[in-house]
């Protein structure tokens, strides 16, 4: 009985999961905002790259 008490209190006190949540929350903000710049930037790109293509054929 005492052992399995002393089990629970160590489960309660255990604070690594709790690390590792924020970790994964950290982790997953990170990514979002890569993934949001890497679209405005891609898109951003794909206009330059149409209006370059245009202004090159206007040329020849």
Excluded at 11 to 32: F, K, N, P, Q, R
Excluded at 42 to 52: F, H, I, K, N, R
């Amino acid at each position: 009985m005492q052992t399995g008490i002393k089990a629970v209190m160590r489960w309660i006190d255990d604070e690594g999961g709790v690390t590792a949540i924020e970790y994964a929350l950290l982790a997953s903000l990170i990514a979002m905002a890569i993934v949001v710049a890497v679209m405005t930037l891609g898109t951003s790109l794909g206009g330059l790259y149409q209006d370059v293509a245009a202004r090159i054929t206007a040329a020849t």
